[in-house]
């Protein structure tokens, strides 16, 4: 039920784009996107939900495709902050459900 | 924005004594988590606390995890016997409108 994430690692330099895909063997409710720093918490990015609807911070885009259960994170003109790890979690049923997570990918942007 | 504050940050310990990691939800949430993710690892489900108890649990919390409520806004998550495979990071998470708010994690070190 883990959901799978690709690419496991991606060195960028500024100003260049990333695509971070995440897929689940499973019919999904929602799939919410995590960055993570080195040594602290995750921290919410988005929220993609069954039927079209998301929520997150503005210079964040992602999308589902709810018949692949298929998600993509979208960073564009990557910035040296955007470094750290993305996870993906999911949730097949809506309400208060535990989250199962990716194994991650590591971003890296470089000057 | 709400905080969830985990204490305390870093706590190392010999194999086989007790540990109570602590986290302190945002307030008036009935819903919370507990998860750890060992170093370099993914983030790992471990049991969902709803209204004074457990919801939910993974085959990771097995009889040597517990989770208490002591007062009104303090959680805990209790380790009887730590082995050297407990070592990792322990985050409690208060699910808000969208997404999770993490706390910023207590560093367990089994030694």
């Known amino acids: 039920q883990q959901p799978v994430q690709s690419p496991q690692a991606v060195i960028l330099r500024e100003g260049e784009d990333a695509v971070i895909n995440c897929s689940s063997s499973?019919?999904?409710?929602?799939v919410h996107w995590y960055r993570q720093k080195h040594g602290e918490a995750p921290v919410f990015l988005m929220i993609?939900?069954?039927?079209?609807e998301q929520k997150g911070h503005e210079k964040i885009s992602a999308s589902f495709n709810e018949k692949k259960q298929q998600s993509s994170l979208y960073l564009t003109a990557s910035q040296l902050s955007y470094s750290g790890t993305y996870f993906c979690?999911?949730?097949?049923?809506?309400?208060?459900?535990?989250?199962?997570f990716g194994k991650g990918t590591r971003l890296s942007v470089i000057a | 924005e709400p905080e969830v504050t985990q204490t305390p940050s870093h706590q190392v310990t010999q194999m086989g004594q007790e540990v109570i990691l602590r986290c302190v939800p945002i307030?008036?949430?009935?819903?919370f988590y507990w998860y750890r993710q060992i170093l370099g690892q993914k983030v790992e489900f471990l049991v969902s606390f709803y209204n004074n108890e457990i919801s939910e649990k993974s085959e990771i919390f097995d009889d040597q995890f517990s989770v208490e409520r002591p007062d009104g806004s303090n959680f805990t998550l209790k380790i009887r016997s730590t082995k050297l495979e407990d070592s990792a990071m322990y985050f409690c998470a208060s699910p808000t409108g969208f997404g999770y708010t993490f706390g910023s994690g207590t560093r367990l070190t089994v030694v």
């Open positions: 979690g999911t949730a097949q049923v809506s309400g208060n459900t535990p989250l199962v």
């Open positions: 993609l939900l069954k039927g079209g």
């Open positions: 499973k019919a999904l409710y929602s």
């Open positions: 307030s008036n949430h009935l819903y």
